[in-house]
Structure formats: structure tokens, C-alpha cells
């Protein structure tokens, strides 16, 4: 048997954390047994503006570093290096494929790059855009976020949306988003873009939740898995829970997530409200455990006011969890009807019908699995190997 020629990618990901972080966890060793082998550079997951002015300055001289290093025979690693790089066959150079996500300036980084990335095809993934993204604090040089993510896409050979939502909403937008240009409105951007764009959903690993236990207690279990940032709203879910207590109906909140320092006072308000119905608060110390708490549950809540594809929602219905999301954003194009709310009134007296009658364990596992991890890696592979190929023959 012939072995299959191994390729090799340059992940940039200037946000190393969140969906991105468990994307890439899962996903890079998966297509390393589809003949691809990965060298990840990143950077440390905070203070997200300034990874979009800044990380191409970092990365670019790091791309630079390690194409010299290769080209002159020396060993790349390099412990004083300010981006973290973990590779697979870092030393042996060169790349065929350049992944990036949309915290980098992938045309601000190929021009600092140069010789290094030349000739290389590059992608970006869009786990968000910044046209459509909920912003509180609206200022002049907050365009300058979304400008990026057009030239990215520019920039790029290929554009990878982990929803058709997400890719729509970024491309109808961009149109009215140049026309606030004060003069030069370049014209058929939106249809460059399009043109070479798809949809490649976020794959997720099911394994944790495989080796839960699924074990239901007496009450009725409500988990909301969410960041606890503005964008998810937070305080819909707990009105929602709020409203059914006041009610005196028997059940149980979980609430998992990373907390941040805005909100927390919100759910500490909250909390006495719920009169000891409030089982779980903060993000489980290991995935195990997170997915031992979502096999717990019975009804897993979204009321985000943002939200591109919904990582914790899917896991929660691979869990077991009958999910309830709002009839908004990515989510009509993942979830089915009776699984989608109107307004927060629908919400309650869905939630108010959960707790009476026990939706059946396992409902939503069906609709999550086609975003396991060994149904997407094969088709992120042959998605790389056709843009390598592409890029090589030109």
C-alpha cells in the first residue's frame, strides 16, 4: 500500500481560546490521520481588539523565523518566541496550507510575511463577523474590526463559515457597510467574496459525553451553558427561571460557563431568587465533569442575542438535553421548530411545560451528531487537499 503524501498547515489563531481553542483541539489531531500534519501558532485568548490590530506583526515575524530557520538547515523551536507554536513537522517546511481565523489580518500578515508564505494558498475561518457582531459601545474606530474582516476575506483564496447564517449575514452587510465610506466605494466586494466562500461546520468531540453517565434526578434540571457576557443575555434566562419560581414549581438551574467580571454580579443577584433551586454555578473543572453535568440535565436554554453556531448548545443536546433556543440568528438552520421560542413569554411556558412533563432523555442527540468530530474531519481534509491542490497547480 502506498502511503498517502502528508501535507502540511499553518494555523494562525491569535485568539487561543473559546470555540477557537476547541475547535482546533479537536479537529487538528483528527485530520493528522487524514494525511495532514499542522504547525499552530497562537496567541493567549484576551484582550480580543488588540489581537486584531496587532497579532500580524507578531506572527508575520514568527512565519519569517521559522522559514529561515528551515531554509538554513537550524532547529526552529525558539523558547523566547512571543507566539506559542506546537507543530507536527515543524522542522521540515514548507506549508501548503495557510489557516487562518478572523482575529488575524490575514493581508496585513501576508505582506509582512513575504518569501515566507509565498505561493501559499491561504483560507480563513469565520467563527464570527464583525459586520453583524452586537457591539455596546459604538465609536468611530470600532469599523475598523469589520474592515479587517473584509480584507481578510479579500485576502484570502477561501472563506470558511461555520453556518450559512453567519456567511449571509456577513455578505449582505458588507454592501452598507462600504457605502459609509466618505468617497472610493469599491464596488462588487460583497459578490468576490460570495463567489469564493462556503460552509463548514465546527465540529465538536463527543467522547466526554459518550462516557457520562446519563443520570436524571427527581426535579426537573434547567442548564443555561453559556459565556456569561452581555451577548448572551443573561438576565432573559434568569427572568425566564425567576418567573417560574415565583410560581412555586419544583426544579433545578444549572448555570456552566465561563464567567467575566460584568456579569457575575448579575448572577449573584439572581440567585437568591431561585430559593435553592440553583444546583450548579461556574464552568466545570474539567470537560469530564462538564459533560457529567449536561447528562444531569434535562432542558438546556439559550436567550443569546449573538450567536453564529452555538458549540454549548449542540454538546448539550448531544448530552441529552431537549434544547430550547430563540427563533433568531444560526439557529433556525440547526434546530427544528418545536425546539425554537418566540419571545421570552414562549420561552416560559415552554420551560413551564418541561418541568411538568419531563421531556425524554436523548431528544436532541440526533440533531448534534452530524457535528462530531468523524463526520466533519474528512470533509475539512478534502476541503484543504482541493485548495492545496488548486494552490500547487498554479
Known amino acids: 500500500m502506498i502511503e498517502r503524501h502528508r501535507r502540511r498547515l499553518l494555523v494562525l489563531e491569535p485568539y487561543h481560546g473559546g470555540s477557537h481553542r476547541a475547535v482546533l483541539d479537536v479537529l487538528l489531531p483528527a485530520i493528522s490521520t487524514l494525511g495532514w500534519e499542522a504547525d499552530v501558532l497562537t496567541l493567549p485568548a484576551r484582550k480580543w481588539k488588540w489581537r486584531m490590530r496587532g497579532a500580524a506583526i507578531t506572527m508575520a515575524a514568527e512565519t519569517r523565523r521559522l522559514h529561515e530557520a528551515w531554509s538554513d538547515g537550524r532547529a526552529a523551536s525558539d523558547p523566547g518566541s512571543a507566539a506559542t507554536l506546537s507543530?507536527?513537522?515543524?522542522?521540515?517546511?514548507?506549508?501548503?496550507?495557510?489557516?487562518?481565523?478572523?482575529?488575524?489580518?490575514?493581508?496585513?500578515?501576508?505582506?509582512?510575511?513575504?518569501?515566507?508564505?509565498?505561493?501559499?494558498?491561504?483560507?480563513?475561518?469565520?467563527?464570527?463577523?464583525?459586520?453583524?457582531?452586537?457591539?455596546?459601545?459604538t465609536a468611530e474606530w470600532d469599523l475598523q474590526f469589520p474592515l479587517t474582516n473584509i480584507t481578510s476575506a479579500l485576502a484570502a483564496d477561501l472563506c470558511l463559515f461555520n453556518t450559512a447564517w453567519n456567511l449571509d449575514s456577513f455578505v449582505s452587510a458588507i454592501p452598507p457597510f462600504i457605502d459609509q465610506f466618505p468617497d472610493h466605494h469599491p464596488r462588487g466586494i460583497a459578490e468576490q467574496i460570495?463567489?469564493?466562500?462556503?460552509?463548514?461546520?465546527?465540529?465538536?468531540?463527543?467522547?466526554?459525553?459518550?462516557?457520562?453517565?446519563?443520570?436524571?434526578?427527581?426535579?426537573c434540571r434547567i442548564?443555561?451553558?453559556?459565556?456569561?457576557?452581555?451577548?448572551?443575555a443573561p438576565e432573559a434566562?434568569?427572568?425566564?427561571?425567576?418567573?417560574?419560581?415565583?410560581?412555586?414549581?419544583?426544579?433545578?438551574?444549572?448555570?456552566?460557563?465561563?464567567?467575566?467580571?460584568?456579569?457575575?454580579?448579575?448572577?449573584?443577584?439572581?440567585?437568591?431568587?431561585?430559593?435553592?433551586?440553583?444546583?450548579?454555578?461556574?464552568?466545570?473543572?474539567?470537560?469530564?465533569?462538564?459533560?457529567?453535568?449536561?447528562?444531569?440535565?434535562?432542558?438546556?436554554?439559550?436567550?443569546?442575542?449573538?450567536?453564529?453556531?452555538?458549540?454549548?448548545?449542540v454538546e448539550a443536546a448531544y448530552a441529552g438535553c431537549h434544547p430550547l433556543v430563540p427563533d433568531r440568528l444560526a439557529y433556525p438552520e440547526i434546530y427544528p421548530e418545536p425546539m425554537r421560542y418566540s419571545d421570552e413569554e414562549d420561552l416560559v411556558s415552554r420551560l413551564r411545560a418541561a418541568i411538568l412533563d419531563r421531556?425524554?432523555?436523548?431528544?436532541?442527540?440526533?440533531?448534534?451528531?452530524?457535528?462530531?468530530?468523524?463526520?466533519?474531519?474528512?470533509?475539512?481534509?478534502?476541503?484543504?487537499?482541493?485548495?492545496?491542490?488548486?494552490?500547487g497547480a498554479r
Open 194 to 219: 460570495s463567489a469564493k466562500s462556503a460552509v463548514l461546520h465546527p465540529p465538536f468531540d463527543p467522547a466526554p459525553f459518550d462516557a457520562a453517565t446519563r443520570q436524571r434526578g427527581p426535579r
Open 237 to 313: 434566562f434568569f427572568a425566564a427561571v425567576g418567573v417560574l419560581a415565583a410560581e412555586g414549581l419544583d426544579f433545578e438551574v444549572a448555570v456552566a460557563g465561563q464567567p467575566f467580571a460584568e456579569t457575575r454580579e448579575q448572577f449573584e443577584a439572581a440567585a437568591p431568587g431561585l430559593a435553592g433551586r440553583l444546583v450548579h454555578m461556574g464552568a466545570p473543572a474539567s470537560r469530564e465533569d462538564y459533560a457529567a453535568l449536561l447528562a444531569s440535565c434535562d432542558v438546556a436554554v439559550s436567550t443569546a442575542v449573538n450567536e453564529f453556531f452555538g458549540l454549548a448548545m
Open 359 to 391: 421531556p425524554p432523555a436523548g431528544q436532541g442527540r440526533s440533531l448534534a451528531e452530524p457535528y462530531t468530530v468523524g463526520r466533519l474531519a474528512p470533509e475539512y481534509a478534502a476541503t484543504f487537499d482541493r485548495l492545496a491542490e488548486a494552490g
Open 223 to 232: 442548564v443555561w451553558p453559556h459565556r456569561w457576557e452581555h451577548d448572551k
Open 87 to 137: 507543530r507536527g513537522a515543524a522542522d521540515r517546511g514548507p506549508w501548503d496550507l495557510i489557516l487562518a481565523s478572523t482575529f488575524l489580518n490575514l493581508a496585513e500578515f501576508l505582506g509582512l510575511a513575504g518569501d515566507a508564505v509565498a505561493g501559499v494558498p491561504k483560507a480563513v475561518y469565520f467563527h464570527e463577523n464583525q459586520l453583524v457582531y452586537p457591539n455596546r459601545h
